[in-house]
Each structure stands twice: as C-alpha cells, then as structure tokens.
Nanobody
Framework: HVQLVESGGASVQAGGSLRLDCIASGFVFNKICMAWFRQAPEKEREGIAYIDEDDSTRYTDSLKGRVTISKDATKSTLYLQMDGPTPEDTAVYYC??????????????????WGQGTQVTVS
C-alpha cells in the first residue's frame, strides 16, 4: 500500500525560501516516477516538478530556476526546494508517485498515488 506524507508547508515571507518533504512507503523508491503538484484557490491542480527513476528531472516552465526537486532513497523522501516564493505560489502542494510512468512517461497529471497535501501561504 503506497503512502505519501507531505510536510513543510507554512506561512512564509515573499522572497525567502522553503523546503517541502514527502516521506514515501509501500513501493521500491528507486523504481518510480515522483512529482510535486500544487493547487491554488480556484485553479486546477498543476504539475510543477518531476523526478524519474534515473533522477532525471522536469519542471514546469513558469517555475524553472526557482524550484528544485530531489530525492534521498536512504530516507525514502522526496523534496521540493523553492527559492524566492511570491504570493502567487500560495497553494496546497501535493506529492505524487506512479511506478507505471517510471522510465518513459514521468510527466503529466495522471498519477495513481497522492499525498494529503500541505498548505503553503506566501505573503
């Protein structure tokens, strides 16, 4: 049973930085595609960063240069580092995973496992 638990959401000042963590269990951590999504009020959920089983990464164009996705297999943890957040980054951030996408299709929005989300508020 796949479980994803996010943490690190907080109220932060614009221009600072934040790191979100996602502790994963129930699957082989190095054989899966993982991603961070976010959903702002009254907006659709969007994928912002992806990391594949070979550690290759992909980012949404609007956030390139400000976010970094990474993972630590020894801790079964996925990370999202965000630098210089603005109020437009206020959203619920979700961790997602899908073994079916590993190695060929680590992008898009159709992931089969999701965390509960963590709120980030930037003021």
């Amino acid at each position: 049973h796949v479980q994803l638990v996010e943490s690190g959401g907080a109220s932060v000042q614009a221009g600072g930085s934040l790191r979100l963590d996602c502790i994963a269990s129930g699957f082989v951590f190095n054989k899966i595609c993982m991603a961070w999504f976010r959903q702002a009020p009254e907006k659709e959920r969007e994928g912002i960063a992806y990391i594949d089983e070979d550690d290759s990464t992909r980012y949404t164009d609007s956030l390139k240069g400000r976010v970094t996705i990474s993972k630590d297999a020894t801790k079964s943890t996925l990370y999202l580092q965000m630098d210089g957040p603005t109020p437009e980054d206020t959203a619920v951030y979700y961790c997602a995973a899908d073994a079916r996408l590993a190695g060929w299709g680590c992008f898009g929005k159709y992931f089969d496992s999701w965390g509960q989300g963590t709120q980030v508020t930037v003021s």
